[in-house]
């Protein structure tokens, strides 16, 4: 697809969009323009899935569970009948801007007979017994369904955070798109799937609006950090008003800095909400196909850097603080590359993406070689280190970033167990960042961006040293904290990023959902288990904090605002995923022995390769 093609489709998406869902009901010129437009974003035929009627096992037990629960919450079943739409069971959103993607006749579907009912007995027997929720989970329910927020009467995402007694919002009345992502988990896993479609519809939608910062635009892929709905009026007079939705695409941030996590996390949700419900449509829209090509076309776009990482400044992720990540932080890389392998199964085979597919295989295969064998280290590694050569110009050097041995920091010595190890936070030219950043090792757990034996190791250390990571409150952020002149210098004296708070080694509630994640891909969900009773016992007392501060997470963070949103959804989609781990699937990746085949490496003279050493492992 061409740019002037994809700039066309944003600009018509944008354009379609920007009035209110209300409004549009109610104007008689947009019920005859439905009548006669032609299809604006046609469906894309995709010959790898079946119909989206075929769904996961476990949805419908899931939406038996909510109607159980919640009496008053019905989940919209997924149709695959698209005359539905005319009555009314599909969103007016599609119906408004897709009128001629519903084909008018469908063939008919046989139901199969129904099988015998079985003996009373024998089906309440065989009947699993459905676990009572705890007064904590009950309450977190009832905290997530009052952060939910409506764009013109339908759901579209969750603040991120409601405090009442809080008079100060800042931004924490808008939704972003990486705290949303664990409260879409959480109803998504519940059966409750419109908001999520809604939520992954509306973002789109404003991937493609104008962003300027002092009179330059960055790249048109870019998703917005978060959005916030207002109401305007729509004349003078102030007699009628409609909803609008506000983005944020950096301008308003601190430091000015775009998300670039954002467009990553969308990906990764649209692949969970398509295999959770099987609406396997959704993804193959143009409009949706255009939106996941507008993000990788930034992240793949050729630069001066000599790495398959992806080159960021600071602030550009959950650290959204200056914080000494710029250059090429874990964080990104891990999302980087789970969302390339989402995109890769969700983008239509056809002769205008068999290149971007090349493209994504060949970074996939750069980068998983680069993270696992230099981002990694353990007791050998850092002895290796430790007796690096500096220095050295060739094809087949050792140090070939050239590492100086008194970077090792002296904590480290001590820290790292004799088994097992983790990635550290960034690695530059001269330069190892060797903290340890929770989110980066957990993400690169359950994408496969480790070697089974790394993730091993990387959980074995979680385990080791559970005091300095854990202790208190689940989970650091990262360890440990940058204290006196390292503080001074690397945050500019941050007074919220102080020594054990905040970013600067706060204890993150809302961590926990990826950890449980990990937990699960890797068989150790008692791991997840005594994580989540340590954070059940104090989130409901402590009024659901955004984060912990000091060394071991025993006081609520001194700025941290009360009833944080990605807090409760963190603790149920953690509870939800260890009750059904079948569900972690939607989320995670295997590994990919196909990529361990394609090794990118270009050196024939390269004695090692952690890609052929993994796939050897796996098939012996």
Known sequence: MNGQTTMGLAAAA????????????????????????????????????????????FLVSAASHTSQSDPSTTPTPVTSDPRSAVAGNLPFFDRVLFPGSFPLETPPVEEPEPAPAPPADE?????????????????????????????????????????????????????????????????LMRGETDIVRNFLLHTLQLQSWEKTVDCYSPGQGLMPASFKIKTVPLDENNEAFEEVLDPDFGESAIGRVAPVDSGLWWIILLRA?????????????????????????????DGFDMFPTLLVTDGSCMIDRRMGIHGHPLEIQALFYSALRCSREMIVMNDGSKHLLQAINNRLSALSFHIREYYWVDMKKINEIYRYKTEEYSHDATNKFNIYPEQIPSWLVDWVPEKGGYL???????????????????WAISSSLTTPTQAEGILSLIEE????????????????AMEDDEWRIVTGSDPKNTPWSYHNGGSWPTLLWQFTLACIKMGRPELARRAIAVAEEKLSADKWPEYYDTRSGRFVGKQSRSYQ???IAGFLTSKILLENPELASILTCDEDLELLEGCACCLSKRTRCSRRVTKSDIIG
């Open 273 to 301: 909400y398509c295999k959770f419900t099987g609406d396997y449509s959704l993804q193959e829209r143009v409009d949706v196909q255009t939106g996941i090509k507008l993000i990788l076309s930034l992240c793949l776009t």
């Open 123 to 187: 089906a309440q027997a065989s009947a699993s017994p459905v676990r009572e929720e705890s007064d904590t989970e009950r309450e977190a329910w009832r905290l997530l369904r009052r952060a939910v927020v409506s764009y013109c009467g339908d759901p579209v995402g969750t603040v991120a955070a409601e405090d009442p007694e809080c008079t100060e919002m800042l931004n924490y009345d808008q939704v972003f798109i990486r705290d949303f992502v664990p409260s879409a988990l959480a109803f």
């Open 424 to 442: 550290i936070g960034n690695l530059q030219p001269a330069h190892m960042d060797f903290r340890f950043f929770s989110l980066g090792n957990l």
């Open 465 to 480: 040293k559970w005091d300095d990571l854990v202790a208190n409150m689940p989970l650091k952020i990262c360890y440990p």
């Open 565 to 567: 949103t990605w807090t």
């Open 14 to 57: 944008a354009a379609a969009v920007r009035p209110c869902r209300r409004r549009l009901l109610s104007s008689a010129s947009a019920a005859a323009a439905k009548a006669s437009a032609t299809p604006l974003f046609p469906r894309c035929s995709h010959p790898q899935h079946q119909q989206h009627s075929r769904r996961i096992p």
